[in-house]
């Protein structure tokens, strides 16, 4: 449950950032630009607070994908057996 309330402000303070830095760019630039970059710095938000949660929680990207527990399940499936 932390991790998805992490995941959630997260989230939400990168498409702030997101929206904050496309109006600039709409502003200076052109509309068809300021919408491009919000669209792949939303996207892009999406990846960063997954890891952002990640790091958070764990300290450390190094076991993003859960890979070290499922070998480990594994291990034991098969002792078992």
Known sequence: MKALI???VFVLIGAAIAAGISYYVEMYVSVTAGLITFL???FTNFVTAWLAVIFAMDGSLRNATGRAEQLEIEAKTRRAH
């Open 6 to 8: 992490l995941y959630v």
């Open 40 to 42: 792949a710095l939303f």
